[in-house]
């Protein structure tokens, strides 16, 4: 599992489903990727 720099959203992919970017990089444990999947805004 990975997440894109840019959006913030988790992936399997190698590059971002959402914006397609390729700056996919492993999350970090206090990244605010986990709080944007936790509150599902
Ligand atoms: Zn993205």
Avoid: F, H
Avoid at 6 to 28: F, H, Q, V, W, Y
């Amino acid at each position: 599992m990975a997440c894109c720099e840019k959006c913030m959203i988790l992936t399997d992919d190698a590059s971002c489903p959402s914006c397609g970017s390729e700056k996919i990089r492993d999350p970090k444990e206090n990244d605010p990727v986990y709080l944007v999947e936790s509150e599902a805004i």
